[in-house]
């Protein structure tokens, strides 16, 4: 094992560089007064090829797959045996989520091209070969689906998804086709088990925990699992001056005591750690003097308990058709994603505990509420993530912001674990 020093200038050096690519990205845009970066637009487009760029200076062979994930391979071991061992994947996602901030997602994916740059110029060689991925479609932003990339990575995606609308009606499969991919090649996509040592992933925390702590880089243990759901109440539309309270079937007033409910349940359950949100909502017909006829509206639950969770929707499910009786109004509802929890993996847990501690600190271990490609990844191999400090714990946010020195340590700490990673390590 080569642990080679690095020096603090060398870390703060690594955390310079990464900001200014960080600040690259962050200019590719589809609005100039705000960061959106959707999957499958121009901008998709162009944040790739600027990354797969990168990739390629840093010593990596590109390509792309079926789905738009930017794959930079790196093989430099000393014999011809190591480029056959499985392989670290290392990666994060590029799109964002609509006026974003310019790390998550990003900062994994800058972080992974650098480590593999500090083992291509001159670094110690590496019995192992690391793949460096840049996702396309975690934030879920564009259309109701989420992790599809990292999803075919593993093998695991859903064809349901090709038939997912934006809001302007162009499908998944419309976009992919525009973006000059061809859904025959997903399923060429996924990787085989064997050739596959572990996925590590590098992320702000979105959450104060650390800052709380005090420290730049913590150990992830598990992904919360996630539900998400369409519900669509439907009254009767009428005049907003004509028809009387008692003979009124409104589907926003309904809507509006069910959303209440959401929040009570979730509330109940905090020691469960459930969060629960209605983040979208659209009333129709959306004129000032009807009656709502039709309202639909999404709901976000989760949970590190698959079974707290799975419980925490049926409440919902069960409270909204009480509310629709005593109201005359009808419910449907509609899943549209889960994802189970996802433990990480002990050993790589361990093994980047240990890189931090290489580099002089505590490594706090806590829970991911966010969903992180890394949980699609855990379906095919060991998955760990490392988490950095960001500012108030804020994120999806243009204020969203991780300090250039944390993001060099966070770089050193990942250079360090792939130096301590062994493929076959139990
Ligand atoms: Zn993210």
Known sequence: MNLAAMSPSDILALGARAGAMLD???????????????????????????????MRQAGMEVSEDALGTVRGRFSAGASPDDAKAPRLLVGSHIDTVVDAGRYDGPLGVVAGILAVDHF???????????????????????????????????????????????????????????????AQDIAAAAYRRDEVAGFVEVHIEQGPVLEQENEPLGVVTGIVGQSRLRVVVTGEAGHAG??????????????????????????????????????RIEAEPGAVNIIPARVAFTVDVRAMSDEVRRSAVEQIES?????????????????????????????????????????????????SGAGHDAQMMAKLCRSAMLFVRCRGGVSHNPAEYASPADIGLAIAALIRFIERFAPGQA
């Open 24 to 54: 690259e990205l962050a200019r590719i845009s589809a609005e100039p007064s705000r960061l959106v970066r959707l999957y499958l637009t121009p901008e998709h487009r162009r944040a790739a090829d600027l990354v797969a760029g990168w």
């Open 319 to 367: 409270e909204g058709w009480r509310v629709v009786e005593a109201r005359g109004l009808q419910v449907a509802f509609e899943p549209f994603h889960e994802a189970v929890t996802a433990e990480c993996d002990l050993t790589l847990q361990n093994t980047l505990a240990a890189a931090i501690a290489d580099l002089g600190h505590r490594a706090p271990r806590l829970p």
């Open 242 to 279: 004509t028809v009387p309270m008692e003979l009124r079937r409104d589907a926003l007033a309904g809507a509006a005591e069910l959303i209440l409910a959401v929040e009570r349940i979730a509330r109940e359950l905090a020691a469960d750690r459930v969060v629960a949100t209605v983040g």
């Open 120 to 182: 291509s110029a001159g670094g110690p060689a590496l019995p192992f070969g690391i793949d460096v991925l840049a996702f396309g479609d975690e934030e879920g932003s564009r259309f109701p689906s989420t992790l599809a990339t990292s999803a075919a990575c593993v093998g695991a995606f859903d064809p349901a998804t090709l038939g997912f609308a934006d809001r302007n009606g162009v499908t998944f499969a419309e976009a992919l086709k525009a973006y000059g991919k061809n």
